[in-house]
């Protein structure tokens, strides 16, 4: 389902990354706003994600603004213990290999890390019940 987000909506600062490695937001109104979270690779860009594990549909951190593993190498969803690449968003351990994180395109305008589009394409639906989901 395609969603419609105020343009340039703001996500945090760039600073804001720098106690995690990582930074969730949340944005629009209603029952069912856009959970993302953003971080930065090792070449510097910036890389944003739904937070929205592939394996069963849960949200990927367990606290607060804390996807990323202790040594900041992998994003972890706290469920089951998938390893996702926080370049591709692809699954490289834990029940749902091959599977992806779905990509949010963002940039940086001055210190404020914002949405690069006013339309995204995310299923914005509650997550599947277990029974549903892919193991
Ligand atoms: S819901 Fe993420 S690994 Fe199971």
Redesign the pocket.
Same mark, same amino acid.
């Given at each position: 389902m395609s969603m419609s987000i105020p343009n340039d909506a703001i996500l945090c600062k760039l600073a804001d990354l720098a106690e995690t490695g990582s930074r969730g937001f949340r944005v629009g109104g209603g029952d069912w706003p856009l959970k993302g979270f953003v971080l930065r690779v090792d070449d510097g860009s910036l890389r944003a994600w739904v937070n929205h594990?592939? !394996?069963?549909? !849960?949200p990927?951190e367990l606290l607060p603004h804390r996807f990323l593993t202790a040594d900041r190498k992998f994003i972890q969803?706290?469920? !089951?213990?998938?390893l996702f690449d926080p370049v591709s968003g692809s699954c490289v351990a834990?029940?749902?290999p091959g599977r992806k994180l779905r990509p949010l395109a963002v940039a940086l305008q001055g210190d404020d890390i914002v949405l690069a589009s006013s339309s995204v394409d995310v299923d914005n639906a509650p997550p599947r019940r277990a029974a549903e989901?892919t193991q």
């Open positions: 594990c592939p !394996h069963a549909g !849960h990927l969803c706290s469920s !089951h213990g998938a834990g029940p749902c989901s």
